[in-house]
């Protein structure tokens, strides 16, 4: 019971996690714009994400705009959508195999040994997208902080941390954690008796004279 508990709770975060990945994927503020430097200008703020760039003003209003070509992207933005699409993809094919090993479920037969090799196995497959994401994540990180401490980049052009990127890692640890508990569901091996089991027939308690 407490297993199938534990199965539960890994699936549920890991659930969370994937949804959290989907929003941080989706989101534009990556990275936004620093304040530094003597002339600071609060008026318009300046979001860039994997998909789109957005202009936010001071009254509210938010302009975006799509990337137009792939091509004129920069190799980093590049592999970490790439990284996160198949981060994505990973972990929702971890919760598709997850769920047919579960307890609670009714798919994968009712062998049980089996049911929780196949939820081990989805535990894997969530960590390897898990991984994929954290790695994109922590990438992007870098090239924003290599960026900002670079003297030959200007000002108006430094960036700092934006709230999806700390979305995308929360999904993640959310996808290490659940899959960690998923993985952990590895079936007992069956005990063997210390001693070996006679096939004779018990004696009787009563003697013949």
């Not at 002339?39 to 860039?48: D, K, P």
């Not at 579960?102 to 390897?128: E, F, H, P, Q, Y």
Request: hydrophobic content about 45%.
């Amino acid at each position: 019971m407490a297993n199938s508990g534990l199965q539960i709770l890994g699936f549920a975060l890991s659930l969370l996690g994937l949804v959290a990945l989907v929003i941080g994927t989706i989101l534009p503020q990556w990275k936004m714009s620093a304040y530094v430097g003597d002339n600071i200008i609060t008026a318009i703020a300046m979001y860039q994400g994997l998909w789109m760039s957005c202009a936010s003003q001071s009254t509210g209003q938010i302009q975006c705009k799509v990337y137009d070509s792939i091509l004129q992207l920069d190799g980093a933005l590049q592999a970490t959508r790439a990284l996160m699409i198949v981060g994505i993809l990973v972990t929702l094919a971890g919760l598709g195999t997850a769920c047919m090993g579960m307890k609670c479920t009714n798919c994968g037969g009712d062998d049980k040994t089996r049911k929780s090799r196949i939820a081990m196995a989805g535990g894997v497959i969530l960590l390897i997208g898990s991984l994929c994401a954290i790695i994109a994540c922590s990438w992007f990180a870098h090239n924003i902080i290599k960026d900002f401490y670079n003297p030959f980049t200007p000002v108006n052009t430094k960036y700092e941390f934006g709230s999806a990127i700390f979305i995308a890692w929360a999904g993640s640890f959310l996808d290490v954690v659940g899959g960690g508990m998923l993985a952990a569901s590895c079936p007992r091996g069956k005990t063997t008796p210390k001693y070996p089991i006679s096939n004779r027939p018990p004696s009787s308690s009563k003697e013949y004279v």
